[in-house]
C-alpha cells in the first residue's frame, strides 16, 4: 500500500493496525497536510457488513467537532477499499502511558476532564462510543487528549447503525455484544443494548487503569474478567489518588446504570471540582477522607451463596444480613450496614431474575430509601432523596415504615409508606417516585392524629385476587382501602375500637398496629390494634374481636402463616403503658383456626425477667417446610423457630434494637439469579422444599 | 476572600472528600452561600435540608462561632470571608439513654422497681418509637 494514492492521499507509512482496519500515515497532496488514513484490510473485508461499518464510524464522526475527539476529514472507497481520511493524531495512548504504573492524580483530572468532555459531545449528538478503552485515547504532545475509533459508535436516536458488530481487540462474539471485554458494563454483558451510561462505565475503567496502572476487573480468561464486572467490587484505590477522584470512579462503575452518572457532563463537572477543590483544599490530596460509603470495605459480608437462606435484620443501628441454609443451623452476620441509621424497613425483591435489597434509613441527615444488588457490598446512595413531598404539600418527609413490593408482573412497581401518613409509589424500580395523591388529599388526612411517634402509615397490603385493591393501616387514622388502584380511598374501620377517643368506635382515628392477608383468603384480614385483635371477613368492612383466651390483646405484631390461612402468629405485650411481654414471660401466640382460639408457643424462649418487646415488623417466616418463624426484640435478641413455633432457639443477641425482620431464599446467587422471596405475605399453596414464593402474592395495582 | 465550609465527615463523600470547601461567590445571605455549595456538590444539599428547604431539624449551622438559629436562619447574612461550619446536633442520645438504662435494670438487684420508669420514656409503638 505504501506509496499508494487513495482519493488525494498518498500513503506514507503504516501505523497502526486493528480488527477492522490498518491505520496508514498519508499526505493529502490537495490540502497540503498530513493526515491518518484507515482502510479496511483484507481479512476484515471477508465480513460483508465491515465496509458498513467503517462508513458509519466516518459519518459518526465527522459530526462531532470537538477538540478531544479526532477529526475525520473524508470518507471514500476506491476499488473496492473503503477508506477514512482522519486527522493524524501524534502522541502516546494512554494504554502505553499507563503500562508502567499509575499517573499522577492531577494528570488522571486533566485527561479525565477532557474524554468526559469528548463523551458529552457525542452523547449529546445521540453517538455512544461504545469501545472506549485506554488504547482509544492519545494524549498528543501538547498534552491535548484525543478519543479515537468511534469505530463502534451508534446513533442511539436515529437507529442508523443497529447491527451487530466487533471491534478490534475484542471479545469474540456471536451474540451481538461489542466493545472491548475489560472496560464493558456489566448491563452489554447481560446482553443490553449499549447506552451512554456504559460508556460511563468504560470511563470509570480508564480512570482507574489510568490512576493506577491496572485494570479493575482482571481475570485470566473472558469468563473470569465477566464474572468480574458483574459481580466483584474493585480495590479501593487510596493515596496518592484523591479520595474524590475515587469517589467519582466508584460512581462511574456502580453496577446498575441508574446508579451512575446519567451524562457525561456530570462526570466532566464532578472531575473539575475535584481538580479546583483540590487546589482550594490542599489537604484532600491526604487521601485521609472516608470512602464513598456506597462501596463498604470496613464491613464485613455475607457471601451469599445458591441455595442460601437469608434474614434481613433493620435495627436503630444499622442493618444486618444474616447468610444461612436450608437447615438453617448457622449463621453468618453481614454488616452493619448504615452505621447508626435507624432501619425501619427492609424488603427483597426478586422480580425478573434480579436480587436487590431494599432498605430505608433514617438519621439527621434525612430519610432515604437504598438498595443493594450484591448482597450487601455496596448500596446506592443517591444525591438526590428519591422520595420526596412535592413543594405545594408543605410536607417533608421524616420516615419510612414500609417497603412494597408490586405485582409480579409488575416488577418496576414499589410501594413505600411513610411518615408523616402518605403512600409512595413507583413504577421504574424506583428511580423516580411519586405521593399517591389519591390518599394524601383524603378529607380524613387533616384529622389522622399523631401520637408521641408521629404520624405513620407503616403497612400496605396488595389484595392478591383483585389488581386494583390495596389496604393500608395508619397510625393513628385506620385502615383505608382502595377498589380503583389508588385513586379514592375508604376508611374501612367499622367495629375496631379507639379507646383514646370519646367515641370508641369512630369512623376512622384507630391506632392501627399491623394488619395481614393470606392469599388464599384475600377477602379476610387480621389486626392487631392498640388494643384489640381483629378479623375482617369482608375485605375490611366490618372487623370482630378474636382475642380469645390471649394474655393482652394490646401488640404490634401479625404474621400469617405462609401456607395455612387460618394460622396466624402474635406476641403480646402487656399493656400501652408497659410494653413488655406480659408477666415478663417471652410468648408468641398462635391460633390455627382463623382466631376462634390461641396457644401459647413457649419452648425455648426465656420464661422469666425477659421484658421483651417485639416490633410490628419485627417478625417474619420462611418458605421451607416447615414453615421458619423469626422475631427480633427491642433488647437486640433473635429467636427462630424451625418447627412452625413449636420449640425456639436463640439465634443471636446482641444487636442494637431490632425494627424489622425480613427473609429470602436465594435459589442462584452465580449468574442468573432467582431468588425466592419469604416474607409475611405469604404465596398460596406449593409443595416444593422451599417453598417459592414469588411476588405474584405481593400484588399491586 | 472565599466563603469556607467546614464538612462533617458524614457528608464528605459528597465533597469528593474534602473537609473544606472554599468558593469564591457573591452570597450576602446564608441560603445564598448554601445554594452555592450545593450547585458544586449536589448530595450535600438533601442531607442539610429537607425537600421544603428547611434546614433539618437536627443539623446545626454556624457561621463563624454563631449558631444560625440565632442569627436570623437561611437569611443570615455571610460576608465574603465567612466560616461556615456544619454540624449534626449532639442531642439524639435519648434512644441510648434508655437503652442504657434498662439495660442495667435487668442486671440490676430491684428490676421490678426501675424498670417501668426508662420504658415510659421511650415506649414501643411499632418500630420503637413512641406509639402514634
Known amino acids: 500500500m505504501i506509496g499508494k494514492v487513495l482519493g488525494h ?46 462508513l458509519h464510524e466516518a459519518r459518526a464522526s465527522s459530526s462531532l467537532a470537538h477538540p478531544n475527539i479526532c477529526t475525520i476529514h473524508d470518507v471514500g472507497e476506491n476499488e473496492g477499499e473503503f477508506y477514512i481520511v482522519m486527522e493524524l493524531v501524534e502522541g502516546k495512548s494512554l494504554a502505553a502511558m499507563t503500562a508502567t504504573g499509575g499517573l499522577a492524580p492531577e494528570s488522571v483530572l486533566r485527561y479525565g476532564i477532557q474524554i468526559a468532555s469528548a463523551l458529552a459531545r457525542a452523547h449529546d449528538r445521540g453517538i455512544i462510543h461504545r469501545d472506549l478503552k485506554t488504547a482509544n485515547i492519545v494524549i498528543t504532545n501538547e498534552g491535548l487528549v484525543k478519543v479515537l475509533d468511534f469505530g463502534l459508535a451508534k446513533r442511539a436516536r436515529s437507529g442508523i447503525f443497529e447491527g451487530p458488530t466487533q471491534s478490534f481487540a475484542t471479545i469474540e462474539n456471536t451474540s451481538g455484544i461489542s466493545g472491548t471485554l475489560p472496560y464493558m458494563a456489566p448491563e452489554i454483558l447481560r446482553g443490553e443494548p449499549a447506552g451512554n451510561r456504559s460508556d460511563l462505565w468504560a ?9 493506577s496502572g491496572r485494570l479493575p476487573f482482571e481475570g485470566r480468561t473472558g469468563f473470569e474478567i465477566s464474572s468480574a464486572i458483574m459481580r466483584e467490587i474493585p480495590n479501593s484505590l487510596g493515596p496518592p489518588v484523591p479520595p474524590g477522584l475515587w469517589s467519582v470512579i466508584q460512581r462511574c462503575l456502580a453496577k446498575e446504570p441508574v446508579q451512575r452518572y446519567q451524562r457525561a457532563g456530570e462526570v466532566q463537572a464532578a472531575l473539575e471540582a475535584v481538580q479546583s477543590a483540590a487546589i482550594v483544599s490542599p489537604d484532600s490530596a491526604a487521601g485521609s ?23 434481613l435484620v433493620g435495627t436503630t443501628k444499622g442493618a444486618f444480613i444474616l447468610r444461612s441454609n436450608a437447615q438453617r443451623a448457622r449463621w453468618d452476620v453481614g454488616g452493619p450496614y448504615f452505621h447508626g441509621h435507624n432501619v425501619y424497613s427492609m424488603a427483597f425483591d426478586s422480580r425478573g431474575g434480579q436480587h436487590r435489597i431494599w432498605a430505608s434509613t433514617q438519621s439527621y441527615w434525612g430519610t432515604l430509601l437504598r438498595s443493594s444488588d450484591d448482597f450487601g457490598k455496596s448500596w446506592t446512595n443517591p444525591q438526590q432523596a428519591p422520595i420526596r413531598f412535592p413543594s405545594d404539600t408543605g410536607v417533608s418527609l421524616k420516615n419510612i415504615w414500609q417497603i412494597a413490593l408490586g405485582r409480579a408482573d409488575e416488577p418496576g412497581v414499589l410501594y413505600c409508606g411513610v411518615e408523616p401518613a402518605a403512600l409512595f409509589e413507583t413504577r421504574d424500580a424506583g428511580e423516580t417516585w411519586s405521593l399517591v395523591r389519591g390518599l394524601f388529599d383524603h378529607p380524613h388526612r387533616p384529622r389522622w392524629m399523631p401520637g408521641n411517634g408521629g404520624l405513620a402509615l407503616h403497612t400496605i397490603v396488595l389484595d392478591p385476587a383483585n389488581s386494583r385493591r390495596m389496604y393500608v393501616a395508619i397510625s393513628a387514622g385506620g385502615v383505608y382501602r382502595t377498589d380503583d388502584g389508588g385513586s379514592t380511598w375508604t376508611a374501612q374501620n367499622q367495629g375496631i375500637r379507639a379507646m383514646f377517643m370519646p367515641d370508641k368506635y369512630p369512623e376512622f382515628g384507630q391506632c392501627v398496629h399491623k394488619i395481614a392477608l393470606h392469599p388464599d383468603r384475600p ?14 371477613d369482608d375485605c375490611g368492612e366490618k372487623w370482630i374481636d378474636i382475642a380469645n383466651g390471649v394474655p393482652s390483646d394490646f401488640g404490634f405484631t401479625v ?143 | 476572600m472565599p466563603i469556607t465550609f467546614h464538612i462533617p465527615g458524614a457528608l464528605r463523600e459528597f465533597t469528593a472528600g ?60 455571610v460576608t465574603a470571608a465567612s466560616e461556615i461550619s ?3 446536633a449532639v442531642s439524639g442520645g435519648a434512644e441510648d439513654l434508655c437503652r442504657a438504662q434498662s439495660m442495667r435494670v435487668i442486671w440490676g438487684k430491684n428490676p421490678s422497681r426501675k424498670l417501668a420508669e426508662p420504658m415510659r420514656k421511650v415506649s414501643a409503638c411499632g418500630h420503637g418509637i413512641p406509639c402514634p
Open chain 1, 289 to 311: 477522607g472516608p470512602p464513598r460509603t456506597t462501596i463498604l470495605h470496613s464491613v464485613r459480608h455475607a457471601q451469599v451463596r445458591k441455595g442460601d437462606f437469608l434474614l
Open chain 1, 9 to 54: 492521499c498518498r500513503i506514507l507509512a503504516k501505523i497502526g493496525e486493528g480488527g477492522m482496519g490498518v491505520v496508514y500515515r498519508a499526505y493529502d497532496e490537495v490540502l497540503h497536510r498530513d493526515v491518518a488514513l484507515k482502510v479496511v484490510n483484507k481479512d476484515a473485508r471477508l465480513d460483508p457488513s465491515s465496509s458498513q461499518r467503517l
Open chain 1, 523 to 536: 377477602d379476610r384480614l387480621f389486626l392487631q390494634n392498640h388494643w384489640g385483635l381483629y378479623r375482617s
Open chain 2, 18 to 77: 474534602l473537609s473544606r470547601v472554599e468558593i469564591e461567590h457573591p452570597a450576602t445571605t446564608l441560603a445564598g452561600a448554601l445554594s452555592a455549595l450545593w450547585t458544586l456538590y449536589p448530595g450535600v444539599r438533601d442531607r442539610i435540608a429537607t425537600e421544603q428547604g428547611q434546614v433539618r431539624e437536627h443539623i446545626n449551622i454556624f457561621i463563624g462561632d454563631e449558631n444560625v438559629r440565632y442569627t436570623g436562619g437561611l437569611a443570615s447574612p
Open chain 1, 559 to 701: 404474621l400469617m402463616h405462609p401456607r395455612n390461612p387460618d394460622c396466624v402468629y402474635i406476641i403480646p405485650v402487656e399493656s400501652d403503658e408497659f410494653r413488655c411481654a406480659c408477666d415478663g414471660r417471652l410468648r408468641v401466640y398462635r391460633t390455627r383456626n382463623g382466631g376462634a382460639s390461641w396457644e401459647p408457643l413457649v419452648r425455648g424462649l426465656p420464661q422469666k425477667r425477659a421484658y421483651e418487646t417485639v416490633l410490628r415488623d419485627a417478625m417474619t417466616a420462611d418458605s421451607f417446610d416447615p414453615v421458619g418463624i423469626y422475631f427480633g426484640t427491642r433488647s437486640g435478641q433473635l429467636f427462630g423457630s424451625r418447627d412452625e413455633g413449636r420449640t425456639w432457639q436463640k439465634i443471636l443477641e446482641g444487636f442494637p434494637s431490632v425494627l424489622c425482620v425480613r427473609s429470602a431464599v436465594v435459589e442462584d446467587a452465580s449468574g442468573d439469579l432467582r431468588p425466592t422471596l419469604a416474607t409475611d405475605i405469604p404465596s398460596p399453596k406449593h409443595k416444593t422444599k422451599p417453598r417459592s414464593r414469588s411476588n405474584t402474592r405481593r400484588p399491586g395495582r
Open chain 1, 203 to 211: 470511563l470509570g475503567v480508564v480512570l482507574y487503569e489510568a490512576a
Open chain 2, 86 to 88: 456544619i454540624v449534626p
